[in-house]
């Protein structure tokens, strides 16, 4: 993930992404559906943030109908999700929208951990908001439940060791030994620290965007199918979801690590 390096300046200076900028806004969108993976499940677990449409072009249309209605208000604006050199996490922060967790993802009293972060940068001064309390306190369950360490400390993940990193990103063949025998069926992304977070675990707020529910009501990949499936049947089946920054090939590759150890 070296890419991330490459507009460093972008992210430590926000003039450089938008000159005009005098207020940062964040927005939350949850795709908490109050639907959970069945226990001991054998097949190819996928994250919940991908059991949809891709979050991307969901959100990127809601902030362009909304920087739209801001420029009527004669407010320029401009909006990233997930999609520009953007400290998104740490902006949610000062915004108060919540706090960082010990697994690095940020949480909030209502949502917990499972919504997508817009920022938008306004050319217009507004009231600022105070910064989150950090209500995580002494507890230590998503470290403890993270099957190979890798948060490395509050706060920190090591890409290195991210089951969600090497089953998405990763281009490699085989993964290493540490990370395949302790995959616990996640064939794309991993949610365990979520899962274990008790913020996740109360009456939260659900999502009632219908983008976000399973296509074709799956949330987890059949091994012969994705085994004898073509690249058209895969770009047809996932178009327009986060499945298609894997591809083929490496749903293929996260299945047969998950097959070779059940």
Known sequence: MHWLGR???????????FENVKSIIVL????????????????????RYAWGRDYHKVLD?????????????GIDAKFYTDTGPCMDKQWAVEA???????????????????????VGFL?????????????????????????TGAIIQDKVVDANKCISYWTIESTTDKFPKEISDNLNNWAFG????????PWNNHK??????????????????????????????????YLSTPMK?????????????????V
């Open 96 to 118: 108060g929208l919540g706090w960082q967790g010990k697994n690095g993802l940020v949480l909030n009293k209502k949502l917990g951990s499972y919504f997508f972060i817009s």
């Open 190 to 197: 991993c949610d365990i620290c979520q899962e274990v977070c």
């Open 245 to 261: 920054r894997t591809k083929l090939s490496g749903i293929k590759r996260n299945m047969e690590e998950i097959r070779g150890k």
């Open 204 to 237: 939260n707020k659900l999502s009632q965007e219908f983008n976000f529910l399973p296509k074709e009501n799956e949330t987890t990949f059949e091994y012969e199918k994705i085994k004898n499936m073509t690249e058209e049947e895969f770009n047809i089946r």
């Open 61 to 73: 249309k809601k902030t362009r109908k909304l920087r739209l209605r801001l420029k009527d208000l």
């Open 7 to 17: 507009s460093n300046d972008k992210r430590e200076d926000v003039k450089l992404v």
């Open 123 to 147: 050319d217009t001064e507004i009231e600022e908001d105070k910064p989150y309390q950090d209500f995580c306190g002494a507890c230590t369950k998503c470290i403890s439940a993270c099957p």
């Open 28 to 47: 939350a969108t949850s795709y908490n559906l109050g639907i959970h993976h069945l226990p001991n499940i054998k097949e190819g677990k996928i994250s």
